[in-house]
């Protein structure tokens, strides 16, 4: 009686914790690599045809969702079924044909080239 209670504590708290982590998540970097802004975020536990990145103006969005395994009666469940991520990006970025996208290891790298800045020197 007192295991399945403490079960059933445990399952409510993976979930709300799940919840969170699905709000919040994935924890991303942003930085400039020459002539390119790079955006890493990790999002492990998705197929890359899970994940669906879209770019309107100056604003990408990081999108993921899995289905949960049938079956499996788990004990703690913390990894996220779904997630979404609005980034608004700090620079301009120039062609989206030249924009590339890559998830390898549960990090996702995306590539897109700035827009050409012009150094104009004081005299």
Known sequence: MI???VRDIVKKVSEK???????VMPPVDIYEDGANLVVVADIAGFSKEDIKVTLN????????ERKENEGVDYLWKQRPLKLKKTIPLP????????????YEN??????????????????
């Open 17 to 23: 914790s799940r919840d969170v982590y699905e709000a």
């Open 3 to 5: 295991k399945e209670a």
């Open 57 to 64: 103006e100056d604003i990408l969005t990081i999108s993921a």
């Open 106 to 123: 549960g990090v996702l790298t995306i590539s897109m080239p700035l827009k050409k800045r012009v150094h104009i020197p004081v005299q």
């Open 91 to 102: 620079e301009k970025v120039e062609n989206e044909k030249e924009i590339s996208a890559k």
